[in-house]
């Protein structure tokens, strides 16, 4: 199974400020399609979890831009450029390009 | 609208069987993988399983394999889960989605004597 790791598990951000999540996987992501099936989620209080960013750095239908994603092979970073009150919650990376599907233990962003 | 409406949340007893639904609608129904996640108590993400309804080819988490079933019925645009013999440690919230793009509201099952 491949791996995936991220860090750090806990953000204190503090509002207006940038943000940036680091997830590592133990094999490439590449596929034999040349796709790179990466992702990010984002699951606020409560709530189930949404699709923020596919295949790297493309953001989902309604996503705003602060988001970014970036990266390749192993390493891939989500980026929130300027953090916002509606922003926390915990932020998995997860990978789609070999089964079994994996995710990440999960990032907490919390305002300080 | 695409949406995925799951069933509603259940408590249940060690032992008892149980299959909870997804009904997709708003999109075409057979052309997307549905997959199921786990979320315990307090924990992250864990994948179970996804299932392809245009032919029903179906993977396993091997963590789940042999412990749940995974199935969907085209006819109603319909996915579901189900267990034969329900632990306490099933004891969580059940997400399906529809390739991440679409998520259910997730349905709480929970199992307890």
């Known amino acids: 199974d491949i791996v995936m790791t991220q860090t750090p598990l806990s953000s204190p951000v503090t509002l207006g400020q940038p943000a940036s999540i680091s997830c590592r996987s133990s094999?490439?992501?590449?596929?034999?399609?040349?796709?790179?099936?990466l992702s990010w989620l984002q699951q606020r209080p409560g709530q189930p979890p949404r699709l923020l960013i596919y295949?790297?750095?493309n953001r989902f239908s309604g996503v705003p831009d602060r988001f970014s994603g970036s990266g390749a092979g192993t390493d891939f970073t989500l980026k929130i450029s300027r953090v916002e009150a509606e922003d926390v919650g915990v932020y998995y990376c997860?990978?789609?390009?070999?089964?079994?599907?994996?995710f990440g233990q999960g990032t907490r962003l919390e305002i300080k | 609208e695409v949406q995925l409406v799951q069933s509603g949340a259940e408590v249940k007893k060690p032992g008892e069987s149980l299959k909870i639904s997804c009904k997709g609608s708003g999109y075409s129904f057979t052309s997307y993988w549905i997959g199921w996640v786990r979320q315990m108590p307090g924990k992250g993400l864990e994948w179970m399983g996804i299932?392809?309804?245009?032919?029903?080819?179906?993977r396993y988490s091997p963590s789940f394999q042999g412990q749940v079933t995974i199935s969907a019925d085209k006819s109603i645009s319909t996915a579901y889960l189900q267990w034969s013999s329900l632990k306490a440690s099933d004891t969580a919230m059940y997400y399906c989605a529809r390739e991440w793009l679409t998520w259910g509201q997730g349905t709480l099952v929970t199992v307890s004597s």
């Open positions: 997860t990978q789609a390009t070999q089964f079994p599907i994996t």
């Open positions: 094999q490439s992501l590449v596929h034999s399609d040349g796709n790179t099936y």
């Open positions: 299932i392809y309804p245009g032919d029903s080819d179906t």
């Open positions: 295949k790297i750095s």
